[in-house]
């Protein structure tokens, strides 16, 4: 199995690190990875034709969240052979976010970082562009997708997701920006501070401030295999960016309470006004049905609303690592 990963590696033969200063990287790039052997190769392919042109010191750290099919063999192959290549794996599957935070972590970069999913949806040829925005002084360049070749339920959830965090969250997220970004070093210190369990890392750039631009282009449609995110990660994301950054839902609650205490004494006018005036009365059955429904809605929808953040809080204060490393290679070393 080791053999077969050997592909991987530069095909000039000889690696050239003699840009990089004292071995450190002026830029890295950061990639979660989960199980994607089949997108792997194309990857690190393009990814070392970049680090041989470039004129600056590049590094690509690649965290393994748990695969399981041959990406973890590849990648600790891969680390082992070119020194560039700064490979995490992490204990089981923690999910992306944690993922790219473990490998925020670690990542070396002077400059900053180039973050970037595995799937080449987003493609790392753009760091020459971003990196020039950074250089004008911005700490954070993020990616605007303007168009996306996904399915159109796809397309059509994330327009209306976008849309709906930017009108009720308390900080000014851009619309149509995902995780793919350059990000200085400043900001990057900043974030690995932060202890937040339930991460949603556009939101928690964008909070940090500082200097931000973006930048627009096409996300392409993924090279081999299926999306990782599932419909069920994708709602979690969602839900850490609406009750991580707004207060919206709970206070959705109090005016859904005022609005239903408002609806109740209409409708109790209402009822009194047939009794005294038309002589007529609403039966008891159905008016009953009808107020049991409106309150059981309302405070179980509360409940709900209640029990997400405090689900927050739980976790949070159980003070856990979010991440646990089970190897890390570096500069072709086994650290752990």
């Given at each position: 199995m080791a053999e077969d990963?050997?592909?991987?590696?530069?095909?000039?033969?000889?690696?050239?690190i003699r840009r990089m200063t004292n071995g450190i990287p002026q830029v890295s790039f950061v990639i979660p990875v989960y199980n994607e052997e089949s997108n792997l190769p194309t990857l690190v392919e393009r990814l070392i034709k970049i680090m041989d042109q470039s004129p600056?010191?590049?590094?690509?750290v690649?965290?393994?969240?748990?695969s399981?099919?041959?990406?973890?063999?590849m990648l600790k192959q891969l680390a082992l052979v070119d020194?560039?290549?700064h490979v995490v794996l992490l204990s089981r599957n923690h999910g992306h976010q944690l993922a790219l935070t473990a490998g925020l972590s670690v990542a070396r970069g002077t400059e900053g970082v180039f973050v970037l999913d595995g799937d080449l949806q987003d493609p790392p040829e753009l760091l020459e562009e971003f990196y020039a925005k950074h250089l004008e002084g911005y700490e954070v360049v993020y990616a605007i997708r303007e168009k996306r070749k996904e399915?159109?339920?796809?397309?059509?959830?994330?327009?209306i997701f976008y849309r709906i965090l930017k009108k009720i969250a308390n900080v000014d997220i851009p619309l149509d920006s995902g995780d793919f970004s350059f990000i200085g070093r400043k900001v990057v210190n900043i974030l690995n501070q932060m202890p937040e369990e339930s991460r949603f890392i556009r939101g928690m750039r964008t909070w940090i401030g500082f200097k931000q631009i973006g930048i627009s282009y096409n996300r392409q449609e993924r090279a081999f295999g299926d999306s990782k995110y599932t419909f069920s990660k994708l709602v979690q994301l969602a839900l850490n960016g609406i009750f991580n950054f707004s207060e919206f839902p709970i206070k959705f609650v109090s005016s859904a309470g005022f609005l239903a205490i408002a609806s109740s004494l209409l409708y109790f006018f209402y009822v009194v006004i047939k009794k005294?005036?038309?002589?007529?009365?609403?039966?008891?059955?159905t008016s009953l049905l009808f107020v049991i429904i409106l309150f059981?809605?309302?405070q179980l929808l509360a409940i709900g609303i209640l029990g997400e953040y405090i689900l927050r809080i739980f976790f949070q204060s159980k003070n856990r690592p979010n991440y646990i490393i089970d190897q890390e290679i570096c500069e072709g070393k086994l650290l752990k």
């Open positions: 990963c050997l592909f991987l590696t530069s095909k000039k033969g000889n690696i050239d600056i010191s590049l590094e690509a690649l965290i393994d969240d748990g399981r099919d041959n990406s973890r063999a020194p560039r290549f399915p159109w339920y796809k397309r059509m959830a994330y327009f005294l005036f038309i002589g007529q009365v609403i039966e008891g059955f059981g809605g309302i």
